[in-house]
């Protein structure tokens, strides 16, 4: 084979795959993982629940239209977001695109929120951001959003239980390069004890430290953070985090654990990398059943 054809070929690869990361980029997909548990007895037939990750303000059509459409079909009771809806920045917080599309999803369904970094962030320091998270959230709140920010509510659906708990860790378990230890009994330190009368869903943005959070008890993560990965190996898991880790363990996806899920979202945005490749943009469809 000549030099020109193989540098021709690799010129063509290199197109498919600068088409596919741009076509990845402006494109989502709707995801649906049956959740069954024991724990659920009683919950009824059809209900869904919708998750939501890592936005970071991308728009799907204007106002986010095909998103919300896409939302509506699943008919959910419930609308979970995970974090990273916008992006904090210093100085200039972008939080427009995530404030339009959540102002108009409550509308339609009941939204609980749990922080992630990019909230937290602005939050945890106003010097550098300013009052743009608590503008944010006051506006989101007046709409009606419940936001649970180390905090937990109940709910009843038919005869089941359900406890939902938002958790913020330490914003130092987001450093790069490194996994920083996780002090012993942060989570319970941070939102109390979980409650075995209740199904236990935990929203905690950062799968890193899963472990922790199934020792507190949870029969439900719900996590993101990750992006995918990246770009995601096929047949495989993703190669890459935010955070410069490599071949993470849980990038994206439904992972049992036991009797208990994890479901770790591939996210609808991007952020600082700004690359997708063989990793979809993704809502998540939830089907509780009894198991």
Known sequence: ??????????????????????????????????IESKKLAGIGENVRLVFLSDLHNQVYGKGNK??????????????????????GRKKKSAY???LDFVTELVKLFPVYYANGNHEQRMKENPKEYGGAYQEYKTALEHAGVHFLENASCELICKR?????????????????????????????????????ESYEILMAHNPTYMEEYLNWGADLVLSGHLHGGIVRLPGGGGAVSPAFDFFPEYSGGHYKRGDRDIVVSKGLGVHTICV???????????????G
Do not use: Q, W
Request: proline letters at 4%.
């Open 1 to 34: 084979m000549s030099l020109k054809t193989i540098l021709a070929a690799a010129a063509a690869a290199s197109a498919c795959v600068c088409a596919e990361i741009i076509r990845e980029l402006h494109s989502f997909r709707i995801v649906t993982y049956r």
């Open 66 to 87: 095909r998103l919300i459409e896409k939302i509506k079909e699943a008919k959910p009771a419930l609308v979970l977001i995970g974090g990273d809806m916008l992006v």
């Open 96 to 98: 427009r695109a995530a």
């Open 160 to 196: 089941c239980r359900l406890r939902l708990t938002g958790l913020e860790i330490p914003t130092e378990c987001y450093s790069h390069f490194k996994k920083v230890r996780m002090p012993k009994g942060a989570v319970k330190e941070r939102v109390g004890e979980a409650k075995k």
């Open 276 to 290: 997708r490749l063989f990793n979809p943009a993704e809502a998540v469809v939830l089907e509780l059943k009894e």
